[in-house]
T-cell receptor, first 114, second 110 residues
Framework: GAGVSQSPSNKVTEKGKDVELRCDPI?????LYWYRQSLGQGLEFLIY????????KSGLPSDRFSAERTGGSVSTLTIQRTQQEDSAVYLC????????????FGDGTRLSIL | GIQVEQSPPDLILQEGANSTLRCNFS?????LQWFHQNPWGQLINLFY???GTKQNGRLSATTVATERYSLLYISSSQTTDSGVYFC????????????FGTGTRLTIIP
């Protein structure tokens, strides 16, 4: 597609359940990022993938969070045993390559933990 | 890590007015982007401007990297300009992540 595509757009789940969020980057973009936006923390970096290199996981808040990127394209962010503080909008971005390039954002997944 | 401060935090203007939004950052950067987050939560790229000046219609931006600040100018404001404006930077020799400021909430009154 023309832009970064994320699904689902909204997700409501019960505390303790696992969730998977999907990101399809812009075709040809080798770099992919996950961020989240929450009321108390603003917009914060979670994880970065570049090509076949090991991902930069330095922003993941706990070991309940993990992400993978298959075939250098689609990425899935998984949150296990969700907690109420995980409620946020999860945003995916991609750029043409690593390094100083403009990042283009998807519309996000709004996650609500009951 | 790098600190990004935006001012003012809130701005309310009449339609047609001009405005200047400021972004200060605490370290050298090799990437700076301005975004508009609309009322539906979408983050729209406005400018990729690690240095220099760019213009796009009623909007323009200037980054003075040596003095560690960037300015976003909005002229002849329209109600559709309402939303939150974010500045985000990538520290030079950093790990490619963007660090966001806390944003300026702009409200344009008809």
């Amino acid at each position: 597609g023309a832009g970064v595509s994320q699904s689902p757009s909204n997700k409501v789940t019960e505390k303790g359940k696992d969730v998977e969020l999907r990101c399809d980057p812009i075709s040809g973009h080798t770099a992919l990022y996950w961020y989240r936006q929450s009321l108390g923390q603003g917009l914060e970096f979670l994880i970065y993938f570049q090509g076949n290199s090991a991902p930069d996981k330095s922003g993941l808040p706990s070991d309940r969070f993990s992400a993978e990127r298959t075939g250098g394209s689609v990425s899935t962010l998984t949150i296990q045993r969700t907690q109420q503080e995980d409620s946020a909008v999860y945003l995916c971005a991609s750029s043409l390559s690593g390094g100083p390039q403009p990042q283009h954002f998807g519309d996000g997944t709004r996650l609500s933990i009951l | 890590g790098i600190q990004v401060e935006q001012s003012p935090p809130d701005l309310i203007l009449q339609e047609g007015a001009n405005s200047t939004l400021r972004c200060n950052f605490s370290d050298s950067v090799n990437n700076l982007q301005w975004f508009h987050q609309n009322p539906w939560g979408q983050l729209i790229n406005l400018f990729y401007i690690p240095s220099g000046t760019k213009q796009n219609g009623r909007l323009s931006a200037t980054t003075v990297a040596t003095e560690r600040y960037s300015l976003l100018y909005i002229s002849s404001s329209q109600t559709t300009d309402s939303g939150v404006y974010f500045c985000a930077v990538e520290r030079s020799f950093g790990n490619e992540k963007l660090t966001f400021g806390t944003g300026t909430r702009l409200t344009i009154i008809p």
